[in-house]
């Protein structure tokens, strides 16, 4: 099992070649399209955990770009997702982490929100292909955390502060 803030157990090619020997062509396939945001499509043989996944997304993305535009005093209907339904059980915790001094902190919020989400839609699901899915993307979390602490503070935190203000 996976936990947020844990060491990773391994890399995802390690992830990708265990599963190998043991799931269908098909699933390995899913599972690889997972570490490129391009490579999950939208269309209808997308699983439908990853279509909820792109859902929540979607919605966590249009509150970052709400509670930016917030802050800096603009309209922010042209950068929002048109094709994503708002998630208003996201703002609170939107809010906080943008309004957080610490772009480090802020990140590790939003990562944690993230968790919950992949939570949930692993809920009922044991060892099929969409608690693969959850457990990759978990494993894509731990994997850039660990990167966090093993990277120059300083280079983290001007790449962070680049990536809140764009």
């Given at each position: 099992m996976l936990h947020f803030g844990m060491k990773p157990p391994f890399s995802f090619a390690g992830f990708l070649e265990t599963c190998r020997e043991f799931i269908p062509?098909?699933?390995?396939?899913?599972?690889c399209s997972l570490g490129e945001p391009a490579g999950c499509?939208?269309?209808r043989a997308t699983p439908k955990i990853i279509r909820g996944w792109m859902e929540f997304d979607g919605a966590l993305r249009n509150e970052l770009v709400k509670a930016r535009a917030q802050r800096?005093?603009?309209?922010?209907s042209q950068y929002l997702r048109k094709d994503v339904s708002p998630?208003?059980?996201?703002a609170a915790a939107v809010t906080a982490a943008v309004g957080n001094p610490?772009?480090?902190?802020?990140?590790?919020?939003l990562d944690?929100?993230?968790?919950?989400?992949?939570?949930?839609?692993?809920t009922g699901h044991h060892f099929d292909?969409?608690?693969?899915?959850?457990?990759?993307?978990k494993l894509l979390i731990l994997i850039r955390w660990e990167h966090v602490r093993n990277a120059d503070p300083v280079g983290i935190l001007e790449h962070t502060l680049q990536k809140v203000r764009g």
């Open positions: 062509e098909r699933d390995y396939q899913v599972l499509g939208e269309d800096l005093h603009v309209e922010p998630d208003q059980s996201l610490s772009p480090l902190d802020a990140e590790r919020s944690e929100v993230r968790w919950k989400a992949l939570d949930e839609l692993a292909l969409d608690f693969l899915i959850t457990y990759a993307w």
